[in-house]
């Protein structure tokens, strides 16, 4: 048997969970430096299995499979290729980041650290899974460390850390309730009862034998859509985005925006487009529109926000729009750019939660109109908000441009005049990012707060580390679209068919 690189990657921080349950809650540092040790060296092993990743051959690679319920044919099996593996990598560079932007909570922070190494874990499975089964199982892992989290070590401002807790937990299981009665009606549909199986490569090619009608893929489609599209933050189902993150720990909030909805997008296609594509064409259209509204909305209600959190809270639902866009066009250059930008918007709404974190909990501010010329103040954390703003802008050489750039293209080949409506966004995006920085880092200086200090030592760790990898996939894009063409390129004989696959727009003039 191979090296089981990605059970390992996997193990290491439930490793981290184990130890740390014989540390004494008041041994502080220790529970800190076993948290910090075990993120250190998933990452390390996550950064070798991307950088040994042969991009020529694609397809899965670093693959173990071991039988486990075989009644129900359901099987512990992971691999990655060139779509799951670059939502691996995202998970570890956030989940090293979150761990030291945490580094100064002193309120039970051995469970705290216990339930973050829990949520990474659950996260990192869903990107690794390749049984349905096993997804579901780490989706599910998923919901209740967030839910004690936020309400425990959350914050309370606009929104109590309670009533965020709650109402972020509602539509993530609301949400799991319509995925959950999509799969078991495709595990029951796709095969007979004696060759049912939950092995995700064996339901994609479950629709070539005839097994899944037009008529089904269209009905669980849509199930499946609005279980991710909850997940993903998808209009209208996107209100619970920006209270979680306004009530959650600054660490919650950096998972949350940077890899739990990116579980959305991922599933989308792993599970929605590749075993259902008939229902993935019927439904693009409203796709489309849905994602125009998230693109569109959100970034102008952004506009009108005065809290840091809200106005990250909101861009992060634009965004994601995005992606349901590059997902909706059904072609291999959107979908490139949908899976790069899911690693970009991770990246810089990451970055975007650590910097405004630090400051509040320096100074238990987050309003635009308390924080005035921090820059003065503190120079480092000024960095990484410039950083992140200017590739939520999509300032070229940085991270966020080659996607949205990638996306656009893809969309104009389909559908040109909504693409031209949703680059109105980098409009309103620019408008909400270029009013907080001008105002938050630039206004003039407050000299009440000179009494708060810059980031040093442990703190700058989100920094550099999210920092290094913004600029480094925007100056070096190939790094990161390299690796996603080879998991997306093979697709385009796959989606040529879709062509004569009716969508719902050809449906309802069939109608009229």
């Not at 994601?320 to 790069?340: E, R």
Request: glycine share 10%.
């Amino acid at each position: 048997m191979d090296f089981p690189l990605l059970t390992i990657i996997l193990v290491i921080p439930l490793l981290a969970v184990g130890l740390l349950m014989f540390i004494p809650p008041s041994s502080f540092k220790s529970v800190k430096v076993v948290a910090a040790t075990a993120m250190c060296i998933s990452l390390g092993l996550t950064i070798y299995a991307y950088v040994t990743y042969d991009s020529s051959i694609g397809g899965m690679q670093f693959t173990q499979s071991i039988p486990w319920i075989s009644d129900l044919g359901v099987s512990y099996s992971v691999g990655v290729d060139g779509i799951s593996l670059p939502m691996l990598f995202l998970t570890n560079v956030i989940g090293l980041a979150a761990v030291f932007s945490s580094w100064n909570i002193n309120v039970r922070p051995k469970e705290f650290f216990i339930l973050l190494l829990i949520l990474i874990t659950g996260v990192m499975g869903t990107f690794v899974a390749c049984d349905l089964f096993i997804f579901l199982l780490c989706y599910e892992l998923v919901v209740i460390p967030i839910y004690i989290m936020v309400i425990i070590w959350g914050s309370t401002k606009r929104v109590t850390k309670e009533y965020a807790g709650m109402k972020l937990t509602i539509y993530l299981l609301m949400g799991s309730a319509f995925m959950l009665v999509g799969v078991v009606a495709l595990y029951l549909q796709a095969f007979p009862a004696e060759l049912r199986t939950f092995d995700i490569a064996a339901l994609s090619n479950a629709h070539l034998y005839g097994t899944l009608s037009q008529s089904f893929q269209i009905i669980v489609f849509f199930l499946l859509l609005l279980g991710f599209g909850t997940l993903l933050s998808m209009f209208p189902f996107h209100t619970w985005s920006p209270d979680g993150y306004a009530g959650a720990p600054t660490a919650v909030s950096m998972i949350h925006a940077g890899v739990l909805k990116k579980i959305g997008g991922y599933g989308l296609i792993r599970l929605g487009l590749l075993i259902l594509p008939a229902g993935a064409k019927f439904w693009a259209p409203l796709i489309i529109i849905l994602g125009l509204a998230n693109v569109i909305y959100a970034a102008y209600i952004a506009i009108v926000q005065k809290d840091l959190k809200y106005v990250v809270g909101y861009s992060s639902v634009s965004h994601m729009g995005y992606v349901l866009l590059g997902f909706a066009a059904l072609n291999t250059i959107s979908l490139t750019g949908a899976v790069a930008n899911m690693v970009a918007h991770g990246i810089m709404s990451a970055l975007f939660f650590a910097v405004i974190g630090y400051v509040y909990e320096k100074t238990h501010m987050r309003s635009v109109d308390q924080l005035r010329g921090i820059a003065h103040q503190m120079p480092r954390i000024s960095i990484g908000f410039m950083l992140a703003g200017m590739s939520s802008v999509g300032l070229p050489g940085l991270i966020g441009f080659i996607p949205e750039y990638t996306i656009f293209l893809g969309l104009f080949k389909v559908y040109p005049f909504l693409a031209m409506l949703a680059v109105s966004g980098i409009v309103f995006t620019a408008i909400y990012i270029l009013r907080v920085l001008q105002k938050v880092l630039f206004g003039p200086r407050d000299y009440g707060l000179d009494k708060y200090k810059d980031a040093k030592g442990a703190e700058l760790v989100p920094l550099f580390l999210l920092g290094t990898v913004l600029v480094l996939f925007g100056l070096f894009p190939q790094l990161l679209m390299g690796v996603i063409n080879s998991g997306v390129a093979p697709l385009g004989p796959f989606l040529q068919e879709l062509n004569n696959v009716p969508s719902l727009l050809v449906t309802l003039g069939g109608i009229w």
